[in-house]
């Protein structure tokens, strides 16, 4: 069993900035992605940013150059700081992890789920 746990989720101003973290635990992984979807209410959930296990990284035009993913592979944690935050930014963030090593944008493709954490940005 893997266990995905999201942390740093709250409540900011618009400008403002979060970091979210994400620890995998459970098993050993050699070649993992971890990413990070969001899910607004009434919205289906979408790709946010992915990390590879050699550092390449992914993002959705919407937080390209406000957001940046990096990971510690030691820990198996990914972290995702959340620069200039929008209230469209506003959702629970979820972190994934896809067990095969390819970078997927789409969250069926993803084995692993943590139960999110909330991220709301007010105006």
């Known amino acids: 069993q893997v266990q995905v746990v999201e942390s740093g989720g709250g409540l900011v101003q618009a400008g403002g900035s979060l970091r979210l973290s994400c620890a995998a635990s459970?098993?050993?992984?050699?070649?993992?992605?971890m990413g990070w979807f969001r899910q607004a209410p009434g919205k289906e959930r979408q790709f946010v940013a992915g990390?590879?296990?050699?550092?390449?990284?992914y993002y959705a035009d919407s937080v390209k150059g406000r957001f940046t993913i990096s990971r510690d592979n030691a820990k198996n944690t990914v972290y995702l700081q959340m620069n200039s935050l929008k209230p469209e930014d506003t959702a629970v963030y979820y972190c994934a992890v896809q067990s095969s090593g390819t970078i997927y944008y789409t969250a069926d493709k993803y084995d692993f789920w943590g139960h999110g954490t909330q991220v709301t940005v007010s105006s």
């Open positions: 990390i590879s296990w050699t550092g390449g990284t």
């Open positions: 459970g098993r050993a992984f050699s070649r993992i992605v």
